[in-house]
């Protein structure tokens, strides 16, 4: 179980050594960490819809867990004042690689973000998008929470993209909570909510059940160790996609990816 600070961090060191061998170019400027599932494509251009939708001119704004940097990318050309931090030096070099590569001038810096080394205050907006799923220690996450909460300003916001599965899935790497355990954590943080809701069905699933089953039976046709997809699970997992994508415009349920936006109080 990944739940010290240095099996975190070695975790994504790995996972950006990945990024960087296997189509880099693509990985960086489509901002996927780890794969070109298109079940990961889809849920990105889902959060960039809503990211999309929030007022972040001339606002200060930190992301934490930048990954490869590319919320930051997309949020500096709407105009916010970005820096991102990562518990991850090699992700850290990947978001300033792609930042060079659009030539955009983001600070980015490698910091844990339990201990993030900024002034009170010091932020509109601090937002994560899958990285508390990502973090098993609780008191890790405490103290991430706490952190968090002391540099957002009061009145300002913050703003989750995290897994809320209702029946709470858990493995080396991944814990989904429920939407009630984000509420809870971020109210002793001195943060109320102002809005929630799920921007994904929970038929998403589907797409990751298969294309491990499907990969079995054509192991032979996968060329990475990263899990490229083939041919037959490439086809498949468009069709659910499709489908999932049809599905969510009439699906509002609590599971799958949740969005939260708090205010500092
Ligand atoms: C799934 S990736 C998401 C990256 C990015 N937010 C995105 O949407 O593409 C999770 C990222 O969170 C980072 N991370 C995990 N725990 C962290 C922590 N305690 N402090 C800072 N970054 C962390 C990882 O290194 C990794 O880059």
Redesign the pocket.
Same mark, same amino acid.
């Not at 992301?63 to 490869?68: A, I, L, R």
């Not at 910091?111 to 339990?114: K, L, M």
């Given at each position: 179980m990944i739940d010290k %600070?240095h099996d975190?961090?070695s975790y994504?060191n790995n996972?950006?050594e990945h990024i960087k061998r296997y189509r880099i170019k693509e990985l960086l400027t489509k901002?996927?960490?780890g794969t070109l599932n298109p079940w990961f494509t889809y849920k %990105?251009s889902r959060?960039l819809k809503v990211l999309d939708r929030i007022e972040v001119k001339d606002k200060r704004v930190l992301?934490?867990?930048?990954? *490869?940097g590319?919320?930051c990318r997309y949020l500096m050309k709407k105009g916010a004042k970005i820096i991102g931090?990562?518990? +991850?030096s090699k992700?850290i070099e990947l978001a300033r690689e792609a930042a060079t590569y659009e030539g955009l001038n983001i600070p980015f810096y490698k @910091?844990?973000? +339990?201990h993030l080394s900024f002034q009170d205050g010091s932020f509109d907006l601090v937002f *994560?998008? *899958?990285?508390l799923q990502? @973090?098993l220690d609780e008191k890790?996450l405490d103290e991430?929470l706490k952190s968090i909460s002391r540099v957002t300003k009061k009145e300002g916001e913050a703003i989750i993209f995290e897994d809320v599965s209702v029946r709470a899935q858990k493995n080396s790497t991944y814990i989904s909570r429920t939407r009630d355990d984000y509420i809870t954590l971020f109210k002793s943080n001195d943060f109320k909510l102002a809005s929630y809701y799920c921007i994904s069905s929970p038929f998403y699933r589907l797409c990751v059940l298969p294309s491990r089953l499907a990969n079995r039976i054509f192991r032979n046709e996968i060329k990475d160790e990263i899990r490229e997809e083939t041919f037959f699970t490439s086809l498949y997992l468009r069709l659910v996609v499709f489908a999932c994508k049809r599905i969510d415009k009439m699906w509002q349920d609590e599971v799958g990816i949740g969005y939260f936006r708090f205010i500092r109080i």
């Open positions: %600070k975190l961090e994504w996972t950006a901002g996927i960490v %990105k959060i992301e934490v867990g930048c990954g *490869t590319f919320n931090v990562d518990i +991850s992700m @910091i844990d973000g +339990s *994560t998008v *899958t990285v990502h @973090i890790m991430l």
